[in-house]
């Protein structure tokens, strides 16, 4: 949850005649909230349609085994909301791929949990009745639950995007004071958080559709009001972005573990940021992961850009994932350790998520594996 903002026309006092006071809370109202002020009802429902769900069944990581998924085998689609790939998922969160080209997606609602979308490629504007965020690469975006949105892509782009279902996206508990601000010490600042910018969504016109998606599946509304009729809003629920690259890393003089790259907590799952950082200063410190085996977590990496030491000669690129679950215990690639002795430091660019349920697999999924890729260790 970030901080309070006000934004646009907001009245003196809260709930009072006027415009159309939407209130967004999470928890019921004992959570992070916002006000939203629209000039027409936010519940004219004019049609309900159900709609193909478009998602496919995942089936258990068996036999058990680490995995390579090569994003660039997935083709593009439309936009991000239809076009989706469904990768992986536990009940409590959903890795999914897009690419594609220019266009707007459908308005799309997710009362499901939040969205963290992560921008690898291109420029995007996230639009939502709060405003937009203009998003580049290696922008985080966090979209909160219920938040009608849409994508707007003026050319090549691709996203990663994971979903939590039955929870939130937030800024780890540890990082903040008791009273909601970032202590010193954390790896961000609320300087680094980007909040929408004022939108002109005040003039638009109804109606319009908007995809809903609830766990039972995919529902189309037709609202008489165009959902961003709004002047002005207040509150700590809203959608923001952060720059990977506004994440400050932490090193020390021995190897530190992933947790100091913890960036967003979520409900069974964590997303942490790798980015460049000289290595451990230590002479003799092991500078790349040591083996280990995350006996109560699946662990995915996206590798977004830069070198990729540890793993060097298993096949891995900018757009690769891996998964490395429960059950398997991993480490270097074969001569990595000593690579990695002569130099200083990484230029990696990776988003990692581990999840404390095991992932299941689409077969999307299985069709962009490197089926060669568990046995590269042996390599
Ligand atoms: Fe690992």
């Given at each position: 949850?970030?901080?309070?903002r006000?934004?646009?026309?907001?009245?003196a006092?809260?709930h009072?005649r006027?415009?159309?006071?939407?209130?967004v809370?999470?928890?019921?109202?004992?959570g992070a909230s916002?006000?939203?002020y629209?000039?027409?009802?936010?519940?004219a429902l004019?049609a309900?349609?159900?709609l193909e769900?478009?998602r496919?069944?995942l089936?258990?990581?068996h036999p058990?085994s680490?995995r390579?998924?090569?994003?660039?085998?997935?083709?593009?689609?439309?936009?991000?909301v239809?076009g989706?790939?469904?990768?992986?998922g536990?009940?409590?969160?959903t890795?999914?791929w897009w690419?594609?080209?220019?266009?707007?997606?459908?308005?799309?609602?997710?009362a499901?949990g939040?969205t963290?979308?992560?921008?690898q490629?291109?420029?995007m504007?996230?639009?939502?009745?709060?405003?937009?965020l203009?998003l580049?690469p290696g922008?985080y975006?966090?979209?909160?639950?219920?938040?009608?949105?849409r994508?707007?892509s003026?050319?090549?782009?691709?996203?990663?995007?994971?979903?939590a279902h039955?929870?939130?996206?937030?800024?780890?508990?540890r990082y903040l004071?008791?009273?909601?601000?970032l202590?010193?010490?954390?790896?961000?600042s609320e300087?680094d958080i980007r909040a929408p910018?004022?939108?002109?969504?005040?003039?638009l016109?109804?109606?319009?559709e908007?995809?809903v998606?609830t766990r039972?599946?995919?529902?189309r509304h037709?609202?008489?009001?165009?959902p961003?009729d709004?002047?002005?809003w207040?509150?700590?629920?809203?959608?923001?972005?952060?720059?990977i690259?506004d994440?400050?890393p932490?090193?020390g003089?021995?190897?530190q573990?992933?947790p100091v790259?913890q960036t967003?907590q979520?409900p069974?799952?964590?997303?942490?940021?790798?980015v460049?950082?000289?290595?451990?200063?230590?002479?003799?410190?092991?500078?790349i992961p040591?083996?280990h085996?995350?006996?109560?977590s699946d662990?995915?990496?996206?590798?977004?850009?830069?070198?990729f030491?540890?793993?060097a000669?298993?096949?891995?690129?900018?757009?690769s994932m891996?998964?490395h679950?429960?059950?398997?215990t991993?480490g270097p690639?074969?001569g990595?350790?000593e690579?990695?002795?002569?130099q200083?430091?990484?230029e990696?660019?990776?988003?990692?998520?581990?999840?404390?349920?095991p992932l299941?697999?689409s077969?999307?999924a299985?069709?962009?594996?490197d089926?060669?890729?568990w046995g590269?260790?042996?390599?």
């Open positions: 949850m970030p901080y309070y006000a934004v646009g026309e907001v009245p006092k809260r009072l006027g415009a159309f006071e939407e209130l809370g999470e928890e019921g109202f004992s916002s006000l939203l629209h000039r027409n009802s936010p519940s004019l309900v349609d159900a769900s478009g496919p069944a089936q258990p990581n058990l680490p390579h998924l090569q994003t660039a085998k997935l083709a593009d689609t439309a936009d991000p239809t989706r790939h469904i990768l992986a536990t009940p409590t969160c890795l999914a690419s594609g080209g220019a266009g707007t997606s459908p308005l799309y609602r997710d499901t939040d963290l979308a992560y921008l490629q291109g420029t504007r996230l639009e939502t009745a709060f405003g937009h203009a580049s922008d975006a966090v979209i909160p639950a219920g938040a009608v949105h994508f707007v003026t050319g090549p782009a691709s996203l990663l995007l994971i979903e039955g929870g939130h996206v937030d800024i780890p508990a004071t008791a009273g909601g601000q202590r010193e010490g954390a790896p961000y300087r910018r004022p939108s002109s969504g005040a003039r016109r109804g109606p319009v908007v995809l998606r039972a599946g995919l529902t037709v609202m008489a009001h165009h961003f709004v002047v002005g207040d509150g700590c629920a809203y959608p923001w972005a952060i720059n690259l994440f400050e932490v090193t003089r021995i190897h573990p992933p790259h967003f979520g069974r799952f964590v997303v942490c940021s790798f460049p950082r000289p290595y451990d200063f230590e002479p003799g410190a092991l500078k040591y083996h085996a995350n006996v109560d662990e995915v990496l996206f590798y977004s850009r830069g070198d030491m540890s793993r000669g298993a096949g891995i690129n900018a757009g891996t998964l679950p429960a059950g398997f991993h690639q074969p990595a350790l690579r990695s002795a002569s200083d430091g990484t990696e660019v990776a988003v990692m998520i581990d999840t404390f349920d299941g697999l077969e999307p299985r069709q962009a594996e089926p060669t890729y590269s260790w042996a390599s």
